[in-house]
């Protein structure tokens, strides 16, 4: 497994895996490896024949107040675990290499139109412009044919999705159904946070995502109904604080009010345990009748 650490030398090993007719996925990370990331991997590997996983902490994706800093970097496990994985290439810049002109800033960036209005987007301003021009500098640094993501970020997905459409991006994109742990609560680097009863209080997302689920599929259309319903069984939890419950159109993820037979709704949720903020979501097709 290589590690490389500049764009300029990735961009050459790219070209040269290329012109050889070498397949390429890559899979970007934030690092902080969890068993998430290697499903990812390993749909990586089922798709290409050459993976490279990013290990990059954007900077420019965290917002004000938010835990950059602190965010966890256990490199050397992270390599440990990619090797026994079968990555191929680990693309590991540091911030001067993605960033190299920081002191007169980034004059170029990737928006997105109305997606990143809602969900995470209506409380991390900025986030996704961050997310959407990382991608895109990945994309030109690996030059992957195929990329994946994780459904577990699903606003992110939807979001690169419609970029690469929008933009003529000729890469494909594959997303990974979320990867739990077996009581329900999906693998995160932000887990590590959770003290041992915020722990034990987390699967309740997953278990309340699955109710609104199931009342979707027994026929309930009212998404008021449903949300208020969700958001009770979330202020529930002990020790959770809901920042979002929304119930929206699985493509624009603009809220619907009725939902209709056949247009999938991504049911998505945001709640704090303490400082530390958990996301899940589920992905449901309204059934006909
Ligand atoms: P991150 O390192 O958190 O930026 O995540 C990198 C990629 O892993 C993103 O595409 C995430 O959606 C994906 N990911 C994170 N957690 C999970 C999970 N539990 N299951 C599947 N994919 C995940």
């Not at 004059?107 to 997310?131: E, I, K, N, P």
């Not at 449903?226 to 002990?238: G, S, T």
Request: net charge negative; aromatic share 6%; with cysteine.
């Amino acid at each position: 497994m290589d590690v490389i650490t500049t764009v300029s030398e990735m961009q050459r090993r790219a070209d040269a895996l290329r012109a050889a007719g070498t397949r390429l996925a890559l899979v970007p990370t934030m690092g902080a490896l969890h068993e998430g990331h290697l499903a990812l991997v390993s749909r990586a590997r089922d798709a290409a024949g050459h993976v490279t996983v990013s290990i990059f902490v954007n900077p420019t994706q965290f917002v004000a107040g938010e835990d950059l800093a602190r965010y966890p970097r256990p490199v050397d496990e992270d390599l440990r675990k990619l090797r026994e994985a079968g990555v191929d290439t680990v693309f590991l810049p540091d911030e001067s290499a993605m960033y190299p002109d920081r002191e007169r800033g980034q004059r170029t960036w990737v928006l997105t139109d109305q997606l990143d209005r809602y969900l995470c987007g209506a409380f991390r301003d900025g986030h996704f412009r961050g997310v959407t021009t990382v991608v895109t500098k990945l994309v030109n640094a690996c030059k992957p044919h195929v990329t994946v993501f994780g459904l577990k970020d699903a606003q992110q997905f939807v979001i690169i999705r419609r970029m690469f459409f929008d933009l003529n991006v000729d890469v494909e994109i594959i997303g990974v159904p979320t990867y739990r742990d077996p009581d329900g609560l999906a693998a995160s680097s932000r887990n590590v946070y959770l003290t041992p009863a915020q722990r034990a209080e987390a699967p309740a997302l997953y278990r309340a995502l699955t109710a609104t689920r199931a009342a979707i599929e027994a026929g309930e259309r009212d998404a008021a109904a449903l949300r208020r319903a969700l958001v009770d069984r979330l202020e529930a939890v002990p020790g959770a604080r809901v920042q979002y419950a929304e119930i929206v159109d699985a493509e624009v993820l603009q809220p619907v009010e009725r939902l209709q037979a056949g247009v999938d709704v991504l049911v998505a949720v945001a709640v704090f345990f303490g400082a530390t903020r958990l996301i899940d979501n589920v992905f449901v097709t309204p059934p006909a009748g």
